[in-house]
């Protein structure tokens, strides 16, 4: 896995800076010249943009690493193929209007590989020296803090990148192997608009409960303040200004909400020693809709990047994390197996046409993720769920006596509730 630590650095001198600043110049012109390539060639491999640029610039720039020019080239050919997915989604509908061929305006990244630079320890301060040429480099200081220093000892470096803005900083990418262990029990999760359903599976009991997270209330109230913005403030440049200022407060704060709910399920996955289930993000589809309303309503929340970063954390614990098929999950009977649009009542409410098996509708795709995920066996009996591993799901009157289960309570964090196990 990896993960990436920004680092804040101060050049030693002057000298330092100016270098820097030189070297962000000659990399944006090299990126440039690389783009214009691989655009006008129609590039689409990493040979081919080899190939093309790398004798070209290391002729014109013979004084600089060679691995900048190589680093050059494959961030301009990562933008051009990006530009080329973005082109199919508009021809398939899924954009509104076609996108613009990638520029090189401004840049304020140089890409670092690793022979280009290393982390230097003098007098217990850690230094960083960037090799720019023969004999020539640039060294800066490194303010480091508890949490870079704690994985520098157990991570391996990879290639960064410095982000040279009013201030300087290192985004210091790191990886580690990790191997994780199957788990006795199971954790499911099924991820909606305005909560977290899970079904925690352990040898004794099964127990469904939900976290509850204010992103969509987030989203809707920063869209009325963007509506107002634009509506009411004439002048341009002060219009423009609010936007930025109001959209960077609403992703800091769907991120950090994205963060406690993925570090508040992995630290229950520790605590019950579980494995977890998650949907593939594979079968996803962004389906487009006439309704804007809808479809805003239903971009709410960053499934994708929710899930991601549900994803990361658990490799960072060395979890192991299933993937299952998440589709029609919520509109199939978790007995009978029926499909059918019109088993979902309403948001909360399911109830199947075919067998009458009534349950709380959000609750019932973890039931059918746990099917596709363990091939357990799931039956209900008055009004309590029972579950054996192994085997199918089986209607109610096949399963035998199970004793009830008790009620239990989680922990809270910050913003989530976790609100009181349901007994079903």
């Not at 790191?174 to 925690?200: G, W």
């Not at 993925?262 to 630290?267: C, M, R």
């Amino acid at each position: 896995m990896k993960k990436t630590l920004k680092v804040k650095l101060i050049p030693l001198t002057k000298t330092d800076l100016k270098k820097l600043q030189k070297l962000k110049e000659t990399y944006t012109a090299i990126l440039k010249e690389a783009l214009e390539m691989i655009i006008e060639n129609d590039v689409r491999t990493r040979k081919q943009a080899h190939d093309l640029c790398y004798n070209v610039l290391r002729q014109k720039y013979p004084k600089l690493h060679n691995k900048f020019v190589q680093e050059a080239y494959k961030r301009a050919l990562s933008m051009y193929k990006s530009y080329l997915k973005l082109r199919k989604r508009y021809k398939r509908g899924l954009l509104k209007s076609e996108p613009s061929l990638p520029k090189v305006n401004e840049n304020g990244v140089i890409d670092l590989h690793i022979d280009t630079f290393k982390l230097i320890s003098v007098n217990k301060t850690l230094v960083l020296s960037i090799t720019i040429g023969k004999a020539e480099y640039a060294r800066f200081i490194v303010l480091e803090y508890d949490y870079f220093t704690r994985h520098l000892k157990n991570w391996k470096i990879q290639n960064s990148r410095i982000v040279v803005d009013k201030e300087i900083y290192l985004h210091l990418t790191l990886s580690r192997n990790v191997n994780p262990k199957p788990r006795e029990n199971l954790l499911i999760l099924d991820v909606n608009e305005e909560t977290v359903d899970c079904l925690l599976i352990t040898k004794d009991e099964a127990i469904l409960f939900r976290i509850k997270h204010d992103i969509k209330k987030i989203r809707t109230n920063y869209r009325r303040i963007r509506r107002n913005i634009q509506k009411n403030v004439r002048n341009e440049r002060k219009r423009n200004k609010l936007l930025a200022k109001y959209g960077e407060r609403e992703r800091n704060r769907v991120n950090d909400r994205i963060k406690k709910i993925s570090s508040l399920i992995t630290d229950l996955c520790v605590e019950f020693n579980a494995d977890l289930v998650v949907e593939n993000l594979k079968y996803l589809k962004n389906s487009k809709r006439r309704n804007k309303e809808l479809n805003y309503r239903l971009q709410t929340l960053p499934y994708r990047k929710l899930l991601s970063n549900l994803e990361h954390k658990a490799n960072e614990k060395e979890i192991n994390v299933i993937k299952v098929n998440p589709n029609s999950s919520s509109i199939t009977c978790p007995l009978c197996g029926f499909k059918s649009k019109k088993n979902r009542l309403n948001v909360s409410t399911f109830r199947c046409v075919k067998c009458g098996f009534e349950f709380d509708a959000q609750f019932v795709a973890c039931l059918n993720l746990l099917s596709r995920a363990d091939d357990s066996r799931l039956a209900i009996r008055h009004g309590r769920l029972f579950i054996h591993k192994a085997g199918l799901v089986v209607p109610v009157d096949v399963a035998p006596d199970v004793p009830p289960m008790w009620m239990r309570w989680l922990r809270e964090k910050p913003v989530l509730v976790v609100s009181k196990i349901l007994l079903v």
